[in-house]
């Protein structure tokens, strides 16, 4: 699976967009990008995922460059519910594991 | 639906005991997964079972850890005999394997520690 790189931390404003943005400039063309969000003590926490095309759910909307060698998880309005360490996945869609990184501390803040 | 139960969901033991966690998966999910979770190593799957059958051990540490899927509704994950650098968290997780591209579901972990 491809290496992702993601800030270790970002702050943001309660009610502002977040924008947490992740590299994967080896990224092959079956890989999809996978967003997941571990909030302190609790067990990782499926986003939102996509391919080629930028994906938008109840949650969040993922925006990957046309060469998809990037992409940006957009959080629309933060809330402090939303600090957590958020994880970008690059994987197979026939694969089964989820390769977590570092991922980026996300801190929303009053 | 109630998610991935773990339990118990802290475990406090010395050094040569025996640790057996548990997890239920999502009920209908074929796809079983445990992962630890330590400040040094961060997320690393352990082993993945594939309706009941284990697929991928890897994972797995030593021969001191084993893990079992007796049925589509149960998993153990047992630590014999536990020593320090075990303690972690430990996260069971399930999907339902029909893409491949299906999303996985965490249970709240279970927080082990080892003196």
């Known amino acids: 699976d491809a290496k992702t790189t993601q800030p270790p931390s970002m702050d943001c404003a309660e009610g502002r967009a977040a924008n947490l943005p992740c590299n994967h400039s080896?990224?092959?063309?079956?890989?999809?990008v996978y967003w997941y969000r571990q909030i302190h003590s609790q067990g990782p926490q499926y986003i939102i995922h996509?391919?080629?095309n930028n994906e938008t759910n109840e949650m969040a909307s993922l925006i990957i460059t046309e060469d998809r060698k990037s992409s940006t998880l957009i959080l629309p309005h933060a809330t402090l519910r939303d600090t957590a360490v958020y994880y970008c996945?690059?994987?197979?869609?026939?694969?089964?594991?989820?390769?977590f990184g570092k991922g980026t501390s996300l801190l929303v803040t009053p | 639906d109630a998610g991935v139960i773990q339990s118990p969901r802290h475990e406090v033991t010395e050094m040569g005991q025996e640790v057996t966690l548990r997890c239920k998966p999502i009920?209908?999910?074929?796809?079983l997964f445990w992962y630890r979770q330590t400040m040094m190593r961060g997320l690393e799957l352990l082993i993945y079972?594939?309706?009941?059958?284990?697929?991928?051990d890897s994972g797995m540490p030593e021969d001191r850890f084993s893990a079992k899927m007796p049925n589509a509704s149960f998993s153990t994950l047992k630590i014999q005999p536990s020593e320090p650098r075990d303690s972690a968290v430990y996260f069971c997780?399930?999907?339902?394997?029909?893409?491949?591209?299906?999303?996985?579901?965490f249970g709240p972990g279970t927080r082990l520690t080892v003196l």
């Open positions: 080896t990224i092959s063309g079956n890989e999809y």
């Open positions: 079972f594939n309706n009941n059958v284990p697929i991928d």
């Open positions: 996945i690059v994987r197979v869609g026939s694969g089964y594991a989820l390769n």
């Open positions: 009920s209908g999910h074929n796809s």
């Open positions: 996509g391919l080629k």
């Open positions: 997780a399930s999907t339902l394997d029909r893409s491949r591209t299906d999303t996985q579901y």
